[in-house]
């Protein structure tokens, strides 16, 4: 059973950079045809997707968030992490990590964690 | 891009009775619908997928049917722990991928 657990700084400042890392337990971030992707929930809305990364290395983002995003992997330690710079309070928001088999739906999620932007 | 509307916003059901939500896409997307259950303080849990497949260790209660446009996931005898919010996804076309904006299923 495929594991994903997401961890990083709780509070971030405005204008700064937040930072994310979900780890991957059950199987490997760098078996073929598996996208890891960012999806988040800001309060009161609904789920929006940030962003992915293939197994390859391959990235692909949200086009309303893309000039603020890095999505980036560590094979090595099996995690692939987020970067979502200049953050506003806009961003305070849950933040998943997910998988999708290459169907384009996610079948494993993160437990999600959140991240609140404030001075 | 690919848009997807859900109705109603919110659902009010009696536990026991038969629960009807609705997606819509703005193309035709075939039959590439998955659908979510989001409870407070825990992930999203994928439902349904194909429109109509139950993902694994989904109760047969929960149902989906549609095509092209217009799609429906039908729990068909609320329990107490189906109260949640539901979202569709459509994956014809993605990235990105899109959610609807979710049905709020509460206890009438």
């Known amino acids: 059973q495929v594991q994903l657990q997401e961890s990083g700084p709780g509070l971030v400042k405005p204008s700064q950079t937040l930072s994310l890392t979900c780890n991957v337990s059950g199987g490997s971030i760098s078996t073929a045809g598996y996208y890891w992707s960012w999806i988040r929930q800001q309060p009161g809305k609904g789920l929006e997707w940030i962003g992915y990364i293939y197994y390859s290395g391959y990235t692909y983002y949200n086009p309303s968030l893309k000039s603020r995003v890095t999505i980036s992997k560590d094979s090595s330690k099996n995690q692939f992490s987020l970067k979502l710079t200049s953050v506003t309070a806009a961003d305070t928001a849950v933040y998943y990590c997910?998988?999708?088999?290459?169907?384009?739906?996610?079948?494993?999620w993160g437990q999600g964690t959140l991240v609140t932007v404030s001075s | 891009e690919i848009l997807m509307t859900q109705s109603p916003a919110t659902l009010s059901v009696s536990p026991g009775e038969r629960a009807t939500l609705s997606c819509r896409a703005t193309q035709i997307i075939s039959n590439r619908v998955a659908w979510y259950q989001h409870k407070p303080g825990q992930p999203p849990r994928l439902l349904i997928y194909g429109a109509s497949t139950r993902a694994s260790g989904i109760p047969a209660r929960f149902s989906g049917s549609g095509s092209g446009t217009d799609f429906t996931l039908t729990i068909s005898s609320l329990q107490s722990e189906d109260f949640a919010v539901y979202y569709c996804q459509q994956y014809h076309d993605w990235p990105p991928y899109n959610f609807g904006q979710g049905t709020k299923l509460e206890i009438k």
């Open positions: 997910a998988r999708d088999p290459k169907e384009g739906k996610f079948d494993f």
